[in-house]
């Protein structure tokens, strides 16, 4: 069964993408991540959603997670943090969510697919920084009071990272699917014209 590019309806002509493609889509993912870049603007949850999408069922939940885990193996050993965080277990959960939820509607409509799409970021800060008011500290560098005015400003203190949330997660899912789309439409071969003896 072949996969949906962009936000069309099904179309089980089209090819699935190339495992190159894909590879290089892991690629920039990775050095994305490694480079500097503004704040939170990133293409994780994009890929999470591109390979629920795209990917073939048995490659589109463990791929994002695994680029996702090694990336952060790189990161914190370049800026001498502890190889583990397990509270970035919270963060791993949301995006295999966010896979979960593209691979679920992949073969549906645009609408659905668009609704993911668009709430995907939102989705990400109000699971990511529930994690962060159960096991991380505050502004002032004490933890967050476990009750609901605690959460309400660790959700206050998120806010402004969600704007690169919201903006790499779109962007980025429109520049995949772009690519994918380019990249894997059928190419046309022009017709000879024929001429009678």
Not at 75 to 101: S, V
Request: hydrophobic fraction near 55%; aromatic fraction near 14%.
């Amino acid at each position: 069964m072949t996969r949906l590019h962009g936000f069309c309806h099904p179309d089980r002509s089209q090819p699935r993408p190339a495992m190159p493609l894909i590879l290089a889509l892991v690629a920039a993912m990775v050095a994305f991540r490694l480079f500097p870049h503004p704040e939170n603007f990133a293409p994780i949850g994009a890929f999470a959603l591109i390979a629920g999408f795209h990917l073939g069922k048995r490659h589109a939940l463990w791929v994002p997670l695994a680029v996702l885990f090694v990336s952060d193996l790189v990161l914190n050993h370049w800026y001498g943090y502890a190889a583990f965080h397990w509270p970035r277990l919270i963060d791993w959960t949301a995006f295999l969510l966010i896979g979960l939820g593209a691979l679920a509607i992949r073969e549906r409509s645009w609408k659905p697919r668009l609704a993911l799409t668009i709430a995907t970021p939102f989705f990400f800060y109000l699971v990511s920084n529930f994690g962060v008011w159960l096991t991380g500290l505050n502004l002032a560098g004490v933890p967050y009071a476990k009750n609901p005015a605690g959460l309400a400003e660790c959700y206050a203190a998120g806010l402004p990272f969600l704007r690169g949330t919201v903006l790499g997660d779109w962007g980025f899912v429109a520049l995949f699917t772009l690519v994918l789309h380019l990249a894997t439409r059928p190419t046309r071969v022009p017709a000879v014209a024929s001429t009678q003896p």
